[in-house]
């Protein structure tokens, strides 16, 4: 017989446990998950062991007699919802798949499927995919009769983006437009007009999107008070796991199912709420207080993860913003080194010294697949893809794709490959179908007229060629020839050349059109840019592309000569959230860069950003290294960044501060001296300005 362990059950009376709780949990963790119920919002730390907690909760209950279908447990990945249900099962050793345990739209699906007919569907409704629903809106674009060759409309997917962000906010799609994507408020009524369409189609053809999900299963809720009654009787216990990161539709949506009972237990960290851009609503779960009075406030302050060092970086960070819950991680980990902050003169630099440390680090028996490169926006891994390239080093990118496999990189490169090999047909043709009405055999029609030409490049921008431009397109075929007239003269200075690229209003209008994320896009490119300021001509930038592009990164030959399988981890901080690593870099830590310029004038966004850098250093277990570019070479010549206020934040003895040396620069003598010019970059800290190099030193 298995020995029973007598504790005080949910309901009060003492009852004897499979589970030693007492024996398996924290001094934190036993009172939350023994709790007797109420309303309770736990703040987890980062690294405290949210996971565990709520999974022996849920076995608490099972155990103290609650039927498991009387259970909710929402999360936010089915995946997590799985691994708790499966380790409920392990500790209590029996079936527990009656648990209501799953996504909001996983149960949203299962509730609609019973009661669809109450909000206007068959219940043998489709749920569409991201491509499905797509290909539906350019049908409702089609049939709304915009054209969209007169003028730039956004494409499916950009109007996705839109239509869901006023779905999960509780928006109107007017002030989505006004403040998330201003490029499109002249076009404000033609997509109200699609979004109507939009609706009654999926309406017409008995199908949801995923945002439907949410949508309708509150309005079921909401119109229908005897099924809200129904499942709020039902549900004796709601647990909610990453509170933080709901939305206003999904706080609407818990608290009529928590209404009978109130035994609802959130469980998240206001800290690491960084999903706006997502819906994501802050203020869901600080104001829990308040929308619970009687509600009881655990925190979760103990970290498994992380050193104490670490720890002190995450604390002293976090304990500025403005509107958080007050805690204080700590650890029972051994100390460990201080985290480091160390200032490389170049973005190059700052690259070759990662590439190097993880190198270093290697050496001395860590593994690459315990190393993790964080950053702010993508487009600030490309110098340090390149660099780990160059080295051989293995690395895997969770950000997204590598940058030089990314859309808009490859349609820049074409216009650069075309200009320096005229004879390039696959250069030729991409560049070309990015005109409006000219599809393949347009395209294939004007490359045979170049290829047949003396002078290819001359053809392209003379008068002749509009004879085979289709009607309706005159207008952006000039811009074409503008542009590739202008960097005909540009060919001695790639950067110049990409800078009129990507600035030009045909290809500007493109990008507007074409991604909802296009200042991230151009981000990417004026990164691009500054790259190539370092190539002579276009020539030596090409051959240097192609060759960092061609070689294998994949394996690193140990002493023995054997194929070692292991690689570093490059990611955007908020695709790392959740994750762990032994040794973490975050690099790019300049202001304006990270936090990003687009916060500044924003405190809700700024005070995200905050939040986004403590996820970011509560992601390391061991060490942590920081750093940042003094000087960016970009389109306007070298100008001297600003230290993150975040780092400048930080007292002096939490980290320390390393001098890389010169020799690590490519060229030692262009290094510069910026030590003496610290008094600038302080003195203009309020401003985001760029500070031109040449200035300082006349």
């Known amino acids: 017989m298995p020995q029973k362990y007598i504790l005080k059950s949910h309901f009060g009376a003492e009852k004897s446990f499979r589970i030693n709780y007492k024996e398996d949990l924290t001094a934190e963790q036993l009172p939350i998950v023994t709790a007797p119920g109420g309303p309770m919002l736990v703040i987890a730390g980062a690294g405290s062991g949210k996971t565990r907690t709520v999974t022996y909760r849920v076995a608490f209950l099972v155990e103290s007699g609650v039927p498991l279908e009387r259970i909710l447990l929402v999360t936010f990945t089915n995946k997590a919802a799985r691994e708790m249900l499966s380790r409920v099962e392990l500790l209590l050793k029996k079936d527990v798949k009656g648990v209501w345990g799953g996504t909001f739209h996983h149960i949203g699906n299962r509730l609609l499927r019973k009661h669809a007919k109450l909000i206007g569907y068959e219940p043998t409704f489709t749920i569409l995919d991201r491509a499905d629903s797509k290909d539906l809106i350019d049908a409702c674009t089609g049939e709304a009769q915009i054209d969209v060759k007169a003028r730039r409309f956004p494409k499916g997917d950009a109007l996705q983006d839109i239509f869901s962000l006023s779905v999960n906010t509780g928006r109107p799609i007017v002030d989505v437009i006004a403040y998330n994507y201003n490029q499109f408020e002249p076009l404000t009524a033609e997509i109200e007009a699609v979004y109507g369409l939009y609706i009654q189609r999926k309406k017409k053809n008995n199908s949801m999107d995923f945002d439907d999900l949410l949508y309708y299963w509150w309005k079921l809720l909401e119109e229908n008070p005897a099924v809200a009654e129904a499942y709020a009787s039902k549900f004796l216990h709601v647990l909610v796991d990453e509170y933080q990161d709901t939305n206003t539709l999904q706080a609407k949506i818990i608290n009529i199912l928590a209404a009978r009972h109130r035994n609802l237990m959130v469980v998240g960290d206001d800290s690491q709420s960084i999903y706006s851009f997502r819906g994501a609503h802050f203020k869901n779960i600080i104001n829990f207080p308040k929308v619970y009075p009687d509600a009881k406030l655990y925190k979760m302050e103990v970290n498994h993860r992380s050193t104490p060092e670490i720890l002190n970086i995450a604390n002293s960070s976090i304990i500025l913003a403005k509107e958080k819950f007050e805690k204080n991680l700590r650890t029972n980990k051994p100390g460990g080194p201080k985290p480091v902050v160390a200032g490389l003169t170049t973005v190059h630099e700052q690259a070759a010294f990662v590439a190097q440390r993880m190198l270093e680090l290697r050496e001395e028996g860590h593994r690459l697949n315990d190393m993790a ?96 431009v289709p009607g309706g397109c005159e207008r952006a075929f000039r811009q074409f020839q503008s542009i590739f007239a202008r960097i005909i003269e540009q060919q001695g200075a790639p950067a110049e050349m990409i800078k009129i690229i990507s600035q030009s209003d045909y290809y500007g209008e493109y990008l507007k059109s074409q991604y909802p994320n296009y200042r991230e896009r151009l981000e990417d490119l004026e990164q691009l840019g500054s790259y190539s300021t370092q190539f002579k001509d276009l020539d030596e930038l090409l051959s240097a592309l192609a060759l960092a592009s061609g070689l294998e990164s994949e394996t690193i030959v140990d002493g023995q000569g054997s194929a070692d399988k292991e690689a570093c981890v490059l990611s955007t901080i908020h695709q790392a959230k959740g994750l762990e690593w032994n040794i973490v870099f975050i690099v790019w830590l300049a202001d304006g860069r990270f936090p990003s310029y687009l916060s500044f004038a924003k405190d809700e966004e700024m005070e995200e950003e905050r939040r986004l850098f403590y996820v970011a250093v509560t992601r390391a277990k061991d060490e942590l290294y920081m750093s940042y570019p003094i000087v960016y070479s970009g389109y306007d010549g070298d100008v001297l960044m600003k230290t993150s206020r975040f780092l400048d934040e930080l007292p002096s003895w939490t980290y320390d501060k390393w001098e890389i040396e010169h020799e690590m620069a490519r060229d030692e003598e262009e290094a510069i001296d910026l030590s003496q010019y610290n008094e600038v970059k302080v003195k203009n800290r309020d401003k985001f300005e760029a500070i031109d190099i040449k200035d300082l030193f006349n």
């Open 373 to 468: 490169i964080l950053y702010r926006s993508h487009y600030q891994s490309m110098e340090i893809q390149l660099e780990l390239t160059k080295r051989g080093v293995p690395f895997e990118i969770r950000s997204g794709l590598r940058f030089f496999e990314e859309a808009h990189i490859k349609d820049v490169m074409a216009y650069l490959k075309a200009l320096h090999n005229p004879k390039d047909e696959i250069s030729w043709l991409r560049i070309l179908k990015l005109l409006p009405k000219i599809g393949p055999k347009t395209a294939e029609k004007i490359f045979q007229r170049l290829i047949e030409a003396e002078q290819p490049l001359a053809e392209i921008i003379a008068d002749k060629i509009m004879a085979l």
